[in-house]
């Protein structure tokens, strides 16, 4: 650890917060926090010889940053938060948790029910961030065909609108769409008149005592409504809601019987473990039936205990908006259990119990739920075990003959008619992306438009780095001429005999320096799929990685001209619009709920741009 580093983390405050280790990139690569900051970060100075996990950590750390807070619970709701935004390296994370599926009701006058990934929640993918305080979050869910059918479910039962138009309880010129004749939509856009606000709200909080697993408690509304309508001769209303009991009876019919206790709504999570891979199996328990089973493989838990991995795993998956019951049942006992019984009572706004049974009905559920676990665990690793060992027998006889390909590093040069080139460097490690040791390089010496120059400065850069694992083979995107070029840039680094091999497309074609001729396999080869997995995913983080820059670029450059602007200003502008047109076309409204600015700043900020543009 750098002597300048020691000397920060020797000057902690000793105050409850959060603190921040980043690499030299000033990336954040662990959040961590601390009754005492002062006390906490002073471990990370001790020897980590038996630790690879802390040892790792210590040699990539490059600054530390505080965050000081006026108690613990304030520390761990920002960790949380600060976790779920940067996704560090050596925090334990959700596997892929940007792309498992939500719904969400927004919260409008007339609000709509929206299947979306976390990543478009959060301003990825193109989208606009949704401002805080916009909707009602329910999920995570890691299977996407049941949510879209829940969503069909709900359509058919629970109509509500299905369009975007923005409504106000102004009537439409246009007419009803075509749902409102198949009674799919209420069509609130008939205006405040036809259908209120109010009438709205009910059935909208129908769906919401649905989504949080109260079939239970929307029966009885149901009814009493349907006994209301009956009594008025509102036969047709009665009728409606008689067709939506029935629904709800079959869906109700279909879930398993548990018998836990039907006084509290309950999650089991139960750890499992297979090799060296971990996961959490949660079972969602309504009413005494099984609601629902959800499995979370998890990344960053190498050398922590069963209580610290699941105390990770409670922070960030309730930190995201998931409902929170009454009763969590638990495989392990936590680590700081009464600090985070606290913060789960603040996110729940009442009383959260946390049990580990240890024996009983619930301690047999426990078992089954980690049986669950532990059998996706196995197949995974079985499914990919059998999709990549014997592609990679075949390449390693193929390209590397006498070596075991454990690492393969995948490579590519992305920019727009040669401006903002970006190369990178993806890994695989036995046939499966190491997203972990993903590298990118920005090109700046390189004459705009020479690829082969522009591949040759990513490799000597990055063999450059001695502290990095050596490859066993190399894939160029590419045909002959960036197969020659990168051997020529592996020679000046002293690394000659690393094997190399390059895919072209279109037709795809394997390019080998023992092989006068490109070499051409049938489309259905696992050994030529293996290779357009790495080509293709080195290919997606280049134009990833050439993106974010072109976005930073773009929005930058004006933006410095700008006085109050910093560069925190610029990256909460970036974080929170996406593009410099994005914000061009903002609000002074829009841009005041951006993190830092208030009033005036927004309407400064927006004078300026105007001004520039010549629009003032």
Known sequence: MEEKLEQKIKQAPDAPGVYLFKDGQGRIIYVGKARSLKQRVRSYLAPAEDAPRLKALQSQARDIEYIVTDNEVEALILECNLIKENRPRYNVNLKDDKDYPYLLLTQETYPRLEYLRLSQIEGRRGRRKLPPGSYRLFGPYTSAGAVKETVKFLGKVFPLRRCRRPLDGTPSRERPCLNFQMKRCLAPCRGAEALSPEEYKELVEQVALFLQGQQGELEKVLKEKMKQAAKEQRFEEAALYR?????????????????VSRKCDQDLLALARHEDEVAVHVFKIREGKLLSQDHFPLSGTQELTDEQILTAFIKNYYSRGTPIPPELILSASLEEEPLVREWLQKQAGRRVTLTVPRRGRRKQLLEMARRNGELQLREKKAVAGRRVEEPLKELAELAAPGRELERIEGYDISHLQGGQAVGVMVVFTRGLPDKGEYRQFLLRETPAGDDYAALQEVLLRRFSRTDWPSPDLLLIDGGRGQLNAAREALARTGHPELPLIALAKNPEQ??????????????????????????????????????????????????????????????????????????????????RDVPGFNARLARHLHRQLHSAKGDA
Not at 541 to 546: I, S, T
Request: charged letters at 25%.
């Open 510 to 591: 394997i390019f080998l320096e023992a092989l006068e001729k490109p070499l051409l396999l049938p489309a259905h080869s696992p050994l030529l799929q293996l290779l357009q997995r790495i080509r293709d995913e080195a290919h997606r983080y280049a134009v990833a990685c050439h993106r974010r820059r072109r976005q930073k670029e773009g929005l930058g450059s004006p933006l410095e001209k700008i006085p109050g602007i910093g560069p925190r200003r610029r990256a909460a502008l970036l974080n929170h619009f996406g593009s410099l047109e994005n914000l061009y076309r903002a609000t002074e409204a829009e841009i």
């Open 243 to 259: 067709d939506q009991l029935q629904s709800l009876q079959q869906i109700r019919e279909q879930q398993k019987v548990l018998s």
